[in-house]
């Protein structure tokens, strides 16, 4: 099954639209695995997928620690996200997409500014082969998104665009299985999801602890909220999703 | 000593201008790791640095087989570079080039496409404290460069430039310890280099498999020369490493 399908039927059956991102810190690298697996065993329930980064990949490593979240996460039938924001040449980045599929990810999220010939094509390539998903980002959830992701550039008929409306045509283009837009600039998913309507689902972190808020972010046209922080360093992280996981659904309504 | 100054001592001391790039590729990990020992064993008279990306990071993993590799280095005394293209929110930046220094790299490599707040300020603070170096992306090597960093962009004030001109001020301004520039693009290098004089080395990835020559690179500006597959897969790969020093120095004379 294609990874956009899997992202919709995980999402149906679990009822959440919510993605567990464990971009976790600890003090030694046996309590970051050992909380990232206390979580996955309390949230699983209230969300569709999980989404890594290197906040796990480097200190656990890929074929190492990482492994033993993956075995988790396939009990729990939830899609696996690699958040590894590939830019290099297409040579290194057809060689970090392979690690990552082949550690088992169902996705990689990359970086469009790469550009296409020997940047992101040889990604979509080994995506398409081992039917596994490219997302792009888009725009970024941080302050300083507007220095790159909303700069005005120049197509080459001369037309004057933002970056960030570039990167949605590319995803067109790409035929890239989701984009990433910050929860934090509703206003900037408004008009990503007017370009992409439903045919690139919207992914958007950034709410919560980074500043979004649930109800416009999903009202925007987002389909699936990453959270992190808000989860991982609440109180009651099983609380926190599905609280989370139900405000999502009642705006969705 | 600061990141530039340890880069300017080593390719005095070992007379070359060249770093080699581990972008190794093998089928078990364990060939991996022993022919990246042997490389370095055969090559480090001829560089005066190595450079490592997720081709050695990912299936070796940054707190095992790559530990054996920089125990390597540092016994040659040769500084080290990751290529890891940072281009996360800075919370995950800090948390990235944290994990590398901590493994003992001298440097990371960043986007600058994900500007300063929230962005590679954490990045550029962090270095500091550690006495450790940040190179920016300016021009990379390969073909759909053009897409990102050769792309027209408009400044606050409504002038027009090109992307990597852009990047090459933020260099200045955020007192960067290198930038990047593709040897494939030698009128890059040499634009990038009146902007940045000798206040920022130009890294210069490219020669040889790409197809960038070493006469124009270092003609155009280049000061140091990350040289990967054209070392790596020569039958000789320790001639191959001479010859390219050696030529280099012909140029610079």
Redesign the interface.
Known sequence: MAFKAKMERSAKKKGSNIILAL?L?ARS?RTLLLQSIKLLETVHPYVCAVKL???L???L????GVQKILKKTIAYELPTIM?C?I??????NR??AE??YN?GFDAVIA?????????L?PVFEIAQQKKRGVILLCY?????????YG????KDDKK?LPQYVAFAQKALEWNADGVVVGATYPEKIKEVHKILNDKVPIYSPGVGTQGGVVQSTVEAGARYLIVGRTIINAPNPEKAAKQLRDTVNRVKQ
């Open positions: 971009d810190e690298t980064n290197h906040h990949i480097l200190p490593g890929l074929f190492d958040d924001k830019n290099d040449i297409g040579n290194t060689v970090i690690n990552y550690a970086n469009p500014f790469v550009g296409w010939e020997e940047g094509e970024m959830s941080h302050k300083a998104s507007w220095e790159g700069q005005i550039v120049k004057q």
